[in-house]
Nanobody
Framework: QVQLVESGGGLVQAGGSQGLSCAAS????????MGWYRQAPGNQRELVAI???????NYADSVKGRFTISRDNAKNTVSLQMNSLKPEDTAVYYC???????????????WGQGTQVTVSS
């Protein structure tokens, strides 16, 4: 199994900044992509940002230029720096890990428990 522990989140005013972090641990043989997704009430879960093992990134159009994703491969952590936050960024943010487990030979996906980000206007 792989466990994901998220930190950060909370209440922030519009225009403010906030950071999220996620640490993966457990039976990790290698990590492929790590990313952040979010789900607002009544909406489907959507991709926010993703980063490959080589450092390539992809962002949702709605957050480009405002959010920055980064990772520490040695520590199996991924972070999301969110700037210029808007009320529409309010959602539960989920960390996702994709990779290979020790002793297994197919790729697995694991999700964090989610952390609430609320942006007040």
């Amino acid at each position: 199994q792989v466990q994901l522990v998220e930190s950060g989140g909370g209440l922030v005013q519009a225009g403010g900044s906030q950071g999220l972090s996620c640490a993966a641990s457990g039976s990790i043989r290698s990590t492929d992509a790590m990313g952040w997704y979010r789900q607002a009430p009544g909406n489907q879960r959507e991709l926010v940002a993703i980063i490959s093992s080589g450092g390539s990134t992809n962002y949702a159009d709605s957050v480009k230029g405002r959010f920055t994703i980064s990772r520490d491969n040695a520590k199996n952590t991924v972070s999301l720096q969110m700037n210029s936050l808007k009320p529409e960024d309010t959602a539960v943010y989920y960390c996702k890990w994709s990779g290979y487990r020790i002793g297994r030979y197919r790729m697995y996906d694991y999700w964090g428990q989610g952390t609430q980000v609320t942006v007040s206007s």
